[in-house]
């Protein structure tokens, strides 16, 4: 015989109250301290890009939580969740405890650039497997990222002047660069903040046009993957489905 489903009601209590703790866990206050459930959301937000994007589905979980509690009854719950809400804030709670990585998502390997690379073979590998960006790494560290803003700066540059690009290497690039064209992230970043840099930037009027991941999220922590904006549609689904 199978067991007896919980009810709506008591699962969501359930999910919820974890959900609560770990708000705490986030904000750094003991499990005994009372704060008002806003109050933590106000607080946790700053920590978590996870709280950041589910800020108002929690607030109004939480009205529907104080429901409950207000309404319950010896033998049945007037404000009984309907089970898609049971799901939708298990979702957020897998997504606080576990929350998918930019290491499941990014592409491993990405091909770059050093200083004393001819730009000529960039622009061969650019033709050859259709990137359109390109890290460019000195000594183990990032210093820039390649792309047509920074070539076409870097000719603009010259006027009229003849470039040979059998011998015209990266290092002339470097200054073209534009510093806010990327930015730099840990393999074990989550993907909530990854999105975030790309809502920020897009907010800011500064699209980011790569990702550069390294071990430890620094410019000389080893590059080891690479995302672009055209990666977004994955991201939100390995979101969704989390």
Same mark, same amino acid.
């Given at each position: 015989?199978?067991? +007896?489903?919980?009810?709506?009601?008591?699962?969501?209590?359930?999910?919820?109250?974890?959900?609560?703790?770990?708000?705490?866990?986030?904000?750094?206050?003991?499990?005994?301290?009372?704060?008002?459930?806003?109050?933590?959301?106000?607080?946790?937000?700053? !920590?978590?890009?996870?709280?950041?994007?589910?800020?108002?589905?929690?607030?109004?979980?939480?009205?529907? /939580?104080?429901? %409950?509690?207000?309404?319950?009854? +010896?033998? &049945?719950i007037i404000?009984e969740p309907?089970?898609?809400?049971?799901?939708?804030?298990?979702?957020?709670?897998?997504?606080?405890?576990?929350?998918?990585?930019?290491?499941?998502?990014?592409?491993?390997?990405?091909?770059?650039?050093?200083?004393?690379?001819?730009?000529?073979?960039?622009?061969? *590998? &650019?033709? !050859?497997?259709?990137?359109?960006?390109?890290?460019?790494?000195?000594? #183990?560290?990032?210093?820039?990222?390649?792309?047509?803003?920074?070539?076409? /700066?870097?000719?603009?540059?010259?006027? +009229?002047?003849? %470039?040979?690009?059998?011998?015209?290497?990266?290092?002339?690039?470097?200054?073209?660069?534009?510093?806010?064209?990327?930015?730099?992230?840990?393999?074990?970043?989550?993907?909530?903040?990854?999105?975030?840099?790309?809502?920020?930037?897009?907010?800011?009027?500064?699209?980011? +046009? *790569?990702?550069?991941?390294? /071990?430890?999220?620094?410019?000389?922590? #080893?590059?080891?993957?690479?995302?672009?904006?055209?990666?977004?549609?994955?991201? &939100?689904?390995?979101?969704?489905?989390?």
């Open positions: 015989m199978k067991p +007896q489903q919980k009810p709506s009601s008591v699962l969501f209590m359930e999910i919820f109250a974890e959900i609560e703790q770990k708000l705490k866990s986030i904000c750094g206050v003991s499990a005994d301290d009372y704060l008002t459930f806003s109050e933590m959301l106000r607080l946790a937000q700053r !920590q978590s890009h996870v709280v950041q994007q589910y800020a108002n589905d929690l607030r109004e979980y939480a009205q529907l /939580r104080n429901a %409950i509690v207000h309404t319950r009854r +010896q033998d &049945f404000a309907h089970d898609e809400v049971v799901r939708d804030l298990r979702h957020i709670l897998r997504l606080l405890n576990n929350p998918p990585r930019v290491a499941s998502v990014m592409h491993r390997r990405p091909y770059f650039a050093t200083p004393s690379t001819n730009i000529i073979t960039v622009i061969e *590998a &650019f033709s !050859q497997h259709g990137f359109l960006r390109c890290p460019i790494v000195d000594g #183990g560290r990032i210093v820039g990222l390649m792309n047509s803003k920074s070539i076409s /700066r870097w000719l603009a540059a010259h006027n +009229q002047s003849r %470039i040979d690009l059998g011998t015209s290497t990266v290092s002339e690039l470097v200054p073209f660069a534009e510093p806010d064209d990327y930015q730099v992230m840990a393999e074990r970043d989550d993907l909530l903040t990854l999105t975030g840099l790309f809502k920020n930037s897009i907010k800011n009027g500064r699209y980011i +046009q *790569a990702v550069l991941v390294t /071990r430890n999220g620094r410019p000389d922590g #080893g590059l080891v993957g690479i995302i672009t904006p055209s990666d977004l549609p994955t991201i &939100f689904e390995r979101l969704d489905n989390a």
